[in-house]
């Protein structure tokens, strides 16, 4: 199987869009092109691999990932239920990891979490929403938004990735603060998400650290 990196078409128009409205944008996209296509499953899958993603590498979330779906076959509210803390354990989840995914298994059997609800509500309400399960924060809800759901003005500004090529991007003394990032990015509406899809492939284009 081929893993030739796709550059992400849908990009290109609120990117040019950006570059117009960002001049520090705009020489950095004539430098690094286009990012990846990248996409997220909805759904209590894509949830619990978001979990799964928070302070770990990509590499090391793909490879949970890869080891929970051998244990479980598929990722379920009842698999993951059903999964002992040893088969956790092998599967390389933490223990908060593994009491946030059985959580939000708990949540959406009893109907706390509607998340087949989540495509029709308005972005600050899927926050709300997805919010009250244990072991999603901002950042969680932001990233669902943004690659679960393709919704185009949204800034994970917690990330810590994103405030690196921020600060590299702006040339600023320091890492900025999740204010400051939406502060930063607020001339970037209505075209966030694409904004921020970027900075991530800034961040990995430049070898920012």
């Given amino acids: 199987m081929s893993d030739k990196i796709i550059a992400d078409e849908s990009l290109r128009a609120p990117l040019e869009a950006l570059s117009k409205q960002d001049t520090d944008i705009a020489k950095a996209y004539l ?73 939000l298994a708990e949540d959406v059997l009893a109907g706390r979490l509607q998340l087949g609800r989540l495509p029709d509500m308005p972005d600050d309400d899927v926050i709300d929403h997805l919010i009250q399960a244990k072991g999603i924060g901002r950042w969680t809800c932001e990233v669902y938004l943004l690659f ?17 090529a921020m600060r590299h991007l702006k040339g600023l003394g320091g890492r900025p603060t999740s204010k400051e990032m939406y502060e930063l990015s607020e001339n970037w509406r209505p ?14 284009h430049a070898g920012i650290a």
Avoid at 148 to 164: F, G, I, S, W
Avoid at 191 to 204: E, T, V
């Fill in 31 to 103: 430098e690094c092109g286009l990012p990846p296509t990248r996409s997220q499953d909805a759904g209590f899958n894509g949830l619990v691999g978001m979990i799964i993603s928070q302070q770990v590498s990509v590499q090391s979330a793909k490879a949970i990932l890869g080891r929970l779906l051998t244990q479980v076959g598929e990722i379920t509210p009842e698999n993951i239920l059903a999964l002992d803390d040893e088969g956790m354990k092998a599967a390389g989840l933490s223990r908060p990891k593994q009491r946030y995914a059985r959580g």
């Fill in 148 to 164: 679960a759901l393709k919704r185009p003005d949204v800034m994970p500004a917690a990330d810590l990735a994103l405030q690196e």
């Fill in 191 to 204: 075209y966030r998400s694409a904004g921020a899809r970027f900075l991530w492939h800034y961040y990995r």
